[in-house]
């Protein structure tokens, strides 16, 4: 039985049924978390507080510091954005030098099932979002 069900990011339309396609439970999760970490906060003037503020972090050099700021944030626009999501471990390392990439790794648990998922996300800190 679904507990949760979405629409599809990006939206799409079912060949089959006409109808628009829709994700549900940890997927839908999953879904959400990838929009919460690439929303700005304040981009959405009726959900002021949606989103991160991973962008405040590129054109800057990385340092421990950094790695700290940046993962806190990840786990922070998580737990305020996605009530399902428990658990959250935010892995972050830096590639290609201190003002190149940084690739962070999330894994938590969510209260529908309780199997253990992943994201991967990677900032170009040169200005280009993955």
């Known amino acids: 039985m679904k507990v949760i069900e979405g629409w599809r990011f990006p939206i799409g339309i079912d060949g089959a049924t006409g109808k628009i396609m829709s994700v549900c439970d940890n997927e839908a999760i999953k879904q959400s978390v990838n929009m919460i970490l690439q929303t700005q906060v304040q981009e959405r003037e009726i959900f002021g507080d949606y989103g ?58 969510t209260d529908i099932y309780p199997e253990i998922e992943k994201i991967y996300k990677t900032l170009n800190i040169n200005g280009e979002n993955e």
Do not use: W
């Open 52 to 109: 991160s503020n991973l962008r405040s972090f590129m054109f800057d050099v990385i340092d421990p510091n950094y790695v700290s700021s940046f993962k806190r944030s990840v786990e922070q626009s998580i737990s305020n954005c996605e009530p399902h999501v428990n658990e959250i471990s935010v892995e972050v390392r830096a590639e290609g030098g201190s003002t190149s990439k940084i690739v962070s790794e999330i894994e938590y648990s």
